[in-house]
Nanobody, 115 residues
Framework: VQLQAFGGGLVQAGGSLRLSCAAS????????MGWYRQAPGKQRELVAT???????NYADSVKGRFTVSRDNAKVSVYLRMNSLKPEDTAVYFC??????????WGQGTQVTVSS
């Protein structure tokens, strides 16, 4: 199973980006999909997750600005990021976790927000 994330880039503060992540290979019964991020010198942190019943969870720092969504048919998860801030700069990783609690990670996509 491989997760391919894309959509990162350089954007000015206040701008928007949309990240996408698609899985290839055999992965069944995905319970949780989501995004984490890691800034230089910091630990990886949760950004947003969405369950198979579409229940969402967001880090306080992104609430109201970011929206996570999923497409089960395409085995994909998305992150719409609005009103970006310089502190959102990080490598963003997608995650998919199956019903056996096995986690799969994408390779990361860089998001850089300039002030």
């Amino acid at each position: 199973v491989q997760l391919q994330a894309f959509g990162g880039g350089l954007v000015q503060a206040g701008g928007s980006l949309r990240l996408s992540c698609a899985a290839s290979g055999s992965i069944f019964s995905i319970n949780i999909m989501g995004w984490y991020r890691q800034a230089p010198g910091k630990q990886r942190e949760l950004v947003a997750t969405i369950t198979s019943s579409s229940r969402t969870n967001y880090a306080d720092s992104v609430k109201g600005r970011f929206t996570v969504s999923r497409d089960n048919a395409k085995v994909s998860v998305y992150l719409r990021m609005n009103s970006l801030k310089p502190e959102d700069t990080a490598v963003y990783f997608c995650l998919m976790r199956d019903s056996n609690n096995r986690s799969y990670w994408g390779q990361g996509t860089q998001v850089t927000v300039s002030s």
